[in-house]
């Protein structure tokens, strides 16, 4: 902004005081920070937000940083960011009619154009987030004057595993990745219609991303699927990816895999097939195949780790899920 110290290094023939003091030179940490003037707004503001650590800062700089690495709720965060903007933008109008049009600074002036941003920033939009339900956060949209929004309860939806009819198989799969890329690695669990266990497969496919895991967890359930002759699958997985590629007979899938997916869609003439997701809450089994440390290996019948999950699911127990 062009305060007095900057028009001077331009070139300007300009007097340097601060209009709004009359005692120091004008500069932009000056105008918007260290003037005794504008310190009786900012002590006003931050105490609304009860954001004492910010009367601290040396400069205006200073403060940006820290207000900016507040944590608020998503209602009040809104407030704050608007705040901050329209109290600096408002000291500079007032200072701009100290200059133009021979106006008295009022710190009172800058306040209340503060609050009355917050009004039609209230009225106006809607999408503005919620409060955190505390008193704190409560204290804070009281002191600036604007209607609490509170958070409305959590909703769950309920996530079942559900055994096939015989005589199909039915296999759950799950990938998982330790980074992105990283290490990933996939899981497998086949259940006949009593919920036994027919076969459980630990994998390791090297570096990749977890949409690639997903994917080789089905490549090979398919593949073992296959060798076993259980040509009635069922297909559940927790990736709308593979669910998706699965259902529409896709081959846009990595060139890494483009061999062993295009075998599988010719392998898959032969079954009778049905792929359906299920949300990560009820695939719990496959899950921890996926991310086991044992060493990678196929295993004809149920291993430990996976017992508790099995017996869960073999008892219809219902998963919940935060509804999004």
């Not at 503001?45 to 608020?72: P, R």
């Not at 939806?157 to 759950?172: G, L, Q, S, T, Y």
């Not at 036994?196 to 090979?220: D, M, N, T, W």
């Amino acid at each position: 902004m062009p305060t007095y110290d900057r028009l001077i290094r331009y070139g300007m023939i300009t007097p340097n005081i601060c209009l709004l003091c009359l005692k120091d030179s004008e500069n932009q940490d000056h105008l918007f920070w260290n003037c005794e003037r504008v310190k009786e707004i900012w002590v006003t503001f931050l105490g609304w937000f009860n954001f004492t650590q910010g009367m601290h800062a040396n400069d205006i700089h200073s403060l940006l940083v820290k207000a900016w690495q507040y944590e608020l709720s998503p209602l009040a965060g809104n407030f704050w960011k608007a705040g901050i903007i329209t109290v600096i933008w408002a000291i500079w109008t007032q200072r701009n009619n100290c200059i133009f049009d021979n106006q008295k600074f009022e710190a009172r002036r800058v306040i209340q154009t503060v609050k009355v941003a917050f009004k039609d920033i209230d009225v106006n939009f809607s999408k503005l987030g919620y409060m955190w339900n505390s008193w704190s956060d409560y204290l804070i949209l009281r002191a600036v004057g604007v209607a609490t929004r509170s958070a409305p309860p959590p909703e769950f939806v309920e996530v079942h595993w559900w055994p096939p009819v015989a005589p199909w198989i039915k296999v759950n799969t799950d990938g998982s990745a330790m980074e992105a890329p990283g290490n990933i690695a996939a899981g497998r669990v086949f259940h006949d219609n009593w919920n036994v266990v027919r076969g459980c497969f630990h994998f390791k496919g090297g570096s990749g991303y977890a949409f690639e895991a997903e994917l080789l967890a089905i490549i090979s359930a398919i593949q073992i699927a296959n060798r076993c002759g259980w040509h009635k699958l069922w297909i559940e997985a927790d990736s709308t990816y593979v669910v998706s590629l699965l259902n529409s007979r896709s081959s846009a899938v990595p060139w890494r895999f483009k061999a062993s997916w295009n075998n599988i869609l010719e392998m898959l003439e032969g079954f009778s097939l049905q792929v359906t997701h299920i949300f990560r809450e009820g695939n719990k089994a496959a899950d921890i195949m996926a991310n086991q440390k044992r060493l990678e290996g196929w295993w004809p019948h149920e291993i430990e780790e996976i017992k508790a999950a099995v017996r869960l699911d073999m008892a219809s127990h219902s998963h919940l899920r935060l509804k999004c």
